[in-house]
């Protein structure tokens, strides 16, 4: 069965960090450019940020620009949300998607293959 995992997600204070991982279950992530997405209560799920599969490229939203990173190992089959500087806003259910291929995809949840459940990020003081 191909799947997504998140994990990582947690309750943190406002300032304070998280790093969320995604793996697969059922195929290697190599091929895929991987996104995250997130939704908070009441508001439309976006896109946060996306990395193509070499690693050799990222996209942030700009709400996030400056205080998350994202990054892949490969070798590991996984990647990595780095999340500094949280904000109350950023409190949501958090999302990795992958999509075939070997461009850059938009940040648009159906521009990708697979999706995960979510990992819950609570910024709360």
């Known amino acids: 069965q191909l799947q997504l995992v998140e994990s990582g997600g947690g309750l943190v204070q406002p300032g304070g960090s998280l790093r969320l991982s995604c793996t697969a279950s059922?195929?290697?992530?190599?091929?895929?450019?991987i996104g995250w997405f997130r939704q908070a209560p009441g508001k439309e799920r976006e896109g946060v940020s996306c990395?193509?599969?070499?690693?050799?490229?990222?996209k942030y939203v700009d709400s996030v620009k400056g205080r998350f990173t994202l990054s892949r190992d490969n070798a590991k089959n996984m990647v990595y949300l780095q999340m500094n500087s949280l904000k109350f806003d950023d409190t949501g259910v958090y999302y990795c998607?992958?999509?075939?291929?070997?461009?850059?995809?938009?940040?648009?949840?159906?521009?990708?293959?697979?999706w995960g459940q979510g990992t819950q990020v609570t910024v709360s003081s």
């Open positions: 998607a992958a999509g075939y291929g070997t461009g850059l995809p938009p940040l648009e949840w159906e521009e990708y293959d697979f």
């Open positions: 059922g195929f290697t992530l190599e091929n895929y450019a």
């Open positions: 990395i193509i599969r070499s690693a050799g490229s990222t």
